[in-house]
């Protein structure tokens, strides 16, 4: 069975930091582009960032461009996001997606998996 599971997430302050990871099992995406959504309470799901197959090459949404960061660890089958300078704009919950290309989309329907979901909270 394919999973992905994400984890990280909590309350933080604004302007804290949060590192999400999301850890994949049941096969691997080594060959896959990687990516993050979110959703907040009330709004349709966003993009956030994505990262091609190799690692080499990621994309943002211009709303977290310089705060956060994507990245991936091959030999884990894990991505990751870094997460600094939040804002209580970025409070929702966090999911993670695998692509069916190795090159990164920013359309959800280019995900053909995804995880759960983690909550990301922003408050003082």
């Known amino acids: 069975q394919v999973q992905l599971v994400e984890s990280g997430g909590g309350l933080v302050q604004p302007g804290g930091s949060l590192r999400l990871s999301c850890a994949a099992s049941?096969?691997?995406?080594?060959?896959?582009?990687m990516g993050w959504f979110r959703q907040a309470p009330g709004k349709e799901r966003e993009f956030v960032a994505a990262i091609n197959w190799s690692g080499r090459s990621t994309y943002y949404t211009d709303s977290v461009k310089g705060r956060f960061t994507i990245s991936r660890d091959n030999a884990k089958n894990t991505v990751y996001l870094q997460m600094n300078s939040l804002k209580p704009e970025d409070t929702a919950v966090y999911y993670c997606a695998a692509d069916r290309y190795g090159s990164y989309n920013v359309g959800s329907a280019y995900y053909d998996y995804w995880g759960q979901g983690t909550q990301v909270t922003v408050s003082s």
């Open positions: 049941g096969r691997t995406f080594n060959s896959n582009a």
